[in-house]
């Protein structure tokens, strides 16, 4: 079990990552760099995460820990589908288009013709995760009879098409800012909403 000392140097490395990730971009960001922001030896670094390429793939699997811990608590309630979905709905929009979120989707496409394993990790920790466990949430609502016709598949992917759109690639490519909140629980609002009127009881 991790320390509290150890958390504070994981925490402080994060940090670390994702400012020196900002000012110099995924192929410049070295180990010892990070390790000198974060006030910590390159051994430290190299001994916690083996390489950059996994120390930037614990970043997004901490970046998609929250969501999905949600998930599966909401999958195991008795509650509302459609409420559990106005819960996450602001926690999936910070997922994908949240400050780090979106340097890290940057970076992403910076490694794609270096080493590719930064998508891979964002595709793995994100959609191919994420997305299955709002379907499972979905396929529990139809079960219970909170949701009527369409299928699980059908109903998650229109919500998150709904929701997210291409907020993400907008924010990637610069041409919106960060959310704010009003704007999460708006774009949360009209997600459910279609649901609702489409499938709702």
Not at 5 to 33: C, F, H, N, P, T
Not at 52 to 70: D, G
Not at 86 to 104: D, F, K, M, N, Y
Not at 118 to 135: D, F, H, M, Q, S
């Amino acid at each position: 079990m991790e320390t509290a000392k150890q958390k504070e140097r994981r925490v402080r490395i994060e940090k670390a990552a994702y400012d020196v990730l900002e000012k110099k971009g995924y192929k410049g960001a070295s180990m010892l760099d990070i390790a000198r922001q974060a006030g910590c030896s390159n051994e430290t670094l190299y001994r916690w995460y083996g390489n950059k390429q996994a120390l930037f793939a614990s970043l997004v699997a901490a970046n998609a820990a929250a969501v999905k811990t949600q998930l599966e608590k909401s999958i195991q309630e008795d509650g509302d589908t459609i409420e559990e979905l106005r819960l996450l709905g602001p926690q999936l929009l910070e997922l994908v288009t949240s400050r780090r979120a979106i340097a890290l989707n940057r970076a992403a496409a910076g490694d794609v013709y270096h080493t590719g394993t930064l998508g891979e990790a964002i595709a793995r920790e994100g959609k191919n995760t994420v997305a299955p466990l709002v379907e499972r949430l979905v396929r529990v609502g139809l079960d219970r009879k909170l949701l009527h016709r369409g299928n699980s598949d059908e109903i998650a992917g229109l919500f998150l098409m709904v929701l997210i759109g291409d907020t993400q690639i907008q924010r990637v490519i610069g041409v919106i800012p960060e959310l704010t909140e009003a704007q999460k629980e708006d774009r949360t609002d009209r997600a459910c909403a279609v649901i609702q009127k489409l499938y709702g009881a």
